[in-house]
């Protein structure tokens, strides 16, 4: 197993490390291209803008629309590249993962269809279509830690595991940022003049809205999901917390909708306080606010009848819920 050397966001040389990791880029990638996948997360924002300083053009950044992203986030997110003078390109693929995902419930097969839809098919037509030899991606020490210890397999995390992906998939995988946790992420994020608005934003999981659907990922879960999640950032959004989220449970509950017993769905809010993911304690939300959020949802979405808090820290809770 591949040993790695944590660089704390304590002792970082912002400056040194974004110079070391340009030429350390460069001379991976020599005189040919790399590409990259971009989410709108700060790990893949901060390494999108770092290989485009290592590559330039030669670096192509695509965001693929797996259909479970949040409300308009590929749109979102490739203008606001655009501004910084880098070009993505919005690769449609929805069809492929829910058709992966059908069926499938258990967590870490769901973690592995979207990973092998991900790497295999919609990545490999793209390398074939480029001609890159080099994935560019922004893997980061936690991803690693929760893989090895079987916490949950990140679906970035594959040499650690004893996976070649030239053998897997057909190309080399960069990861810059290994070495680094969130704090040291977001640090590397301004030094690369990023806007805040990018490089402190709240973490969103590789998996995107499937790690926040428990059970079967289809199109009308993820947008119930999707729905709630809007509601509960747009509230959230001028607190200074780490993370937070809805995530959709699978059982229904009972309900009442207009004097009638129903069997709805069920939305967990969760709202975190940490520095790298490692350890986390939920927020002490003011109760009003939990009760603004769930009168909300549940009337800007019919088929919710129940939202509740979480209030287990990590450990023995995980920050994201599959």
């Known amino acids: 197993m591949i040993k790695i050397k944590e660089i704390k966001a304590a002792n970082i040389n912002v400056n040194k490390f974004i110079e070391d990791k340009v030429r350390d880029i460069r001379e991976s990638v020599g005189d040919g291209l790399a590409i990259n996948a971009l989410s709108g997360g700060v790990d893949s924002s901060v390494v999108t803008a770092l290989g485009h300083r290592a590559l330039g053009k030669r670096l192509k950044t695509y965001f693929i629309d797996n259909g479970i992203m949040r409300e308009n986030e590929p749109a979102k997110v490739a203008a606001a590249f655009k501004k910084l003078g880098i070009k993505v390109e919005i690769v449609p693929a929805s069809k492929a993962f829910f058709a992966a995902l059908k069926g499938i419930t258990d967590p870490e097969e769901k973690r592995e269809a979207i990973t092998q839809t991900f ?3 919609i990545f490999g037509k793209l390398v074939v279509k480029s001609k890159a030899k080099y994935l560019l991606q922004g893997t980061i020490l936690t991803d690693v ?5 079987g916490i949950k397999r990140q679906h970035n995390v594959f040499e650690q595991l004893g996976i070649d992906p030239q053998k897997a998939f ?3 995988i960069l990861e810059p940022l290994i070495e680094l946790r969130k704090d040291g992420v977001r640090k590397v994020g301004r030094g690369l003049g990023l806007p805040e608005s990018m490089f402190d ?3 969103f999981p590789g998996p995107a809205l499937a790690a926040r659907v428990i059970g079967e ?5 993820v947008a119930l999901v999707r729905k709630a999640t809007a509601i509960t950032e747009e509230t959230l959004k001028k607190y200074k917390v780490f993370q937070y989220m809805a995530i959709l449970h699978e059982d229904r509950v009972t309900g009442m909708r207009n004097n009638k017993r129903v069997f709805g769905n ?3 809010i969760r709202c975190w306080n940490s520095v790298d993911a490692r350890v986390a304690t939920p927020t002490r939300l003011p109760f009003d606010v939990l009760e603004g959020i769930a009168a ?4 800007a979405l019919p088929e919710v ?4 808090y979480n209030i287990t820290g990590k450990p023995t809770s995980t920050i994201e819920a599959v």
């Open 119 to 121: 790497y295999k098919d």
């Open 201 to 203: 934003r709240i973490p």
């Open 296 to 299: 909300k949802i549940t009337k």
């Open 266 to 268: 069920q939305i967990e």
């Open 305 to 308: 009848v129940s939202v509740t």
């Open 145 to 149: 830690d929760e893989t090895v210890a």
């Open 217 to 221: 990922v289809t199109p009308a879960r």
């Open 170 to 172: 057909g190309y080399k």
